[in-house]
């Protein structure tokens, strides 16, 4: 697969205006779900581990009990590209 470029500040800045809850912090979008349960946050990162496969896109994930926060990044474009903005609607498709 070949490099995407990073995206620029103002490119970021526009799309997180379009993803809720989504925040920058340096070169990753984070955003943390309440699942109600410990159940449902090992549900939610399954259905998030089946989007990241399909797009071959694979973000941090950390689970505190019914928490679940979700780190993109694109470690070969050294910062933000589209693929962590698109991987970010997915989940957001999902719900928690």
Not at 12 to 39: H, N, P, Q, Y
């Amino acid at each position: 697969m070949v490099a995407m470029p990073p995206l620029a500040d103002a490119e970021i800045s526009s799309a997180l205006d379009l993803l809720s809850g989504w925040t920058r912090e340096g070169d990753e979008i984070v955003k943390t779900f309440d699942c109600r349960t410990f159940a449902g946050a090992i549900a939610f990162v399954v259905q998030v581990a089946f989007l990241a496969e399909r797009a071959d896109h694979h973000p941090d994930i950390d689970v505190r009990w019914s928490r679940v926060r979700v780190a993109l990044t694109t470690h070969d474009a050294n910062g933000l590209t589209n693929r962590d903005l698109d991987l970010a609607a997915e989940i957001e498709g999902i719900g928690a």
